[in-house]
């Protein structure tokens, strides 16, 4: 114990000491228990939590039903590795993720432990299931940190040092209306982005070695971009024109944070293949990679999974966490909780011209800080005061975006209203604080 300071700072200083400094720090924050949408730190302080683990306790900090799932697995077995012993929780997940995520008339689950892995996985399967390689991608895209998923990922200040990177990846802007409209009317927009798709096809890949392109419907770490609903619709026909497969990237905005079990199906624009992790088991380490049952058998046995594809306790913990989404209905309590933050954030941004764009679906919302009134001036060292700050009140935030000019809100859906407007409330008067009113 380090003296003369509290127990939150004494472990942040031992965190200095002996964690590597490339282990990102997004918040100070500290943590002794956590409870629904509340975190307690070391020193018994009550913190507001919109961060959510980065999206990953949708349905609540240690629901009772989903640890006393993990208590009762625990008891009977920890690991036996599927490949070598199946064992129940592992195919009832998957019979339940197929009900939720169909992919046509029969789909097919594998499971792993990461986000990352559900994507390297995903590319592989693909890739022996068009005898393809080619891999389209876009700017401002978050995939992972494995190297396939970080050839993927955008963001160069998660890959500085880290090359060279898995051959075959090509990358085209985004479609973000809100940086790139210029003007154009949203359908003007999505047609002449639908062009430079079909474009690529002469000066990026063509599609007799385009395997698959993977997109995020709603961007994460990029900004919370939602890709628009006609261009989702342009890339599904150009992906089937082609026989290219598409995979949509869930991991963030799946389980009920867009209002639906994953946001193609609010968009109603099926994919090929696709994949979920974070919030599907409350905490412990559980993904998926799910499809169309002829494409996931395409991969030959042995060439996906790993030691640890879904643990016993993971798959325990994912399928109380199902269970209890469904019965609490936290899809309609995301569109719920969306509708509270976009009014009280569309009412700020009105009279803030600091705040360039609030966007997302359901409850996967972000606020962008601009410079001037001009999307073109990213503001991240405001955003950074206002996280700080909101830190010190009592709030749990993280940024997002190219620039760490995005304030993402990703709370619990067991958030209680009252638990959610105090939490805007301090969000809006750090906004007002370190910013002027039009």
Known sequence: MISNLSKSENLMERRRNVVANGVGVFNTATVSHARGAIITDE?????IDFAGGIGVVNAGHCPPTVVEAIKQQ?????????????????????????EILPHGDHTKVMLISTGAEAVENAVKIARQATGKQGILCFTDAYHGRTMMAMTLTSKISYKVGCGPFAPEVYRIPFPNYYHLGQGLSEDEFVEEQLRQLEESTNNRVAPDNLAAIILEPIQGEGGFNPVPKKYLEGLR?????????????????????????????EY???????????????GLPIAAVVGRAELMDAASPGS??????????????????????????LNSRAKHIGRIIFDRMGKLKAENAAIGDVRGLGAMIGIEFIKNGDHRQPDGELCTKIVKGCAEEGLVLISAGMHKNVIRILSPLVITD???NKGLDILSNQIKKYTKTL
């Open 418 to 420: 009252e638990e959610l």
């Open 74 to 98: 625990a008891e009977k077995y920890l690991h036996t590795s599927f490949n070598v012993v199946s064992y129940e929780p592992y195919v009832e997940l998957c019979e339940k993720i197929a």
């Open 43 to 47: 020193d018994g302080r009550e913190l």
């Open 304 to 329: 996906i999974g790993g030691t640890y594809i879904g643990s016993p306790i993971s798959c325990a913990a994912a399928l109380a966490t199902i269970k209890l989404m469904k019965d609490q209905d």
């Open 268 to 282: 109603g624009v099926q994919p090929d293949l696709s994949t979920y992790a974070k919030s599907m088991g409350s």
């Open 237 to 265: 026909k150009f992906c089937d024109k082609h026989n290219v497969l598409l995979i949509m990237d869930e991991v963030q905005s799946g389980f009920c944070r867009t209002g639906n079990w994953a946001s193609w199906q």
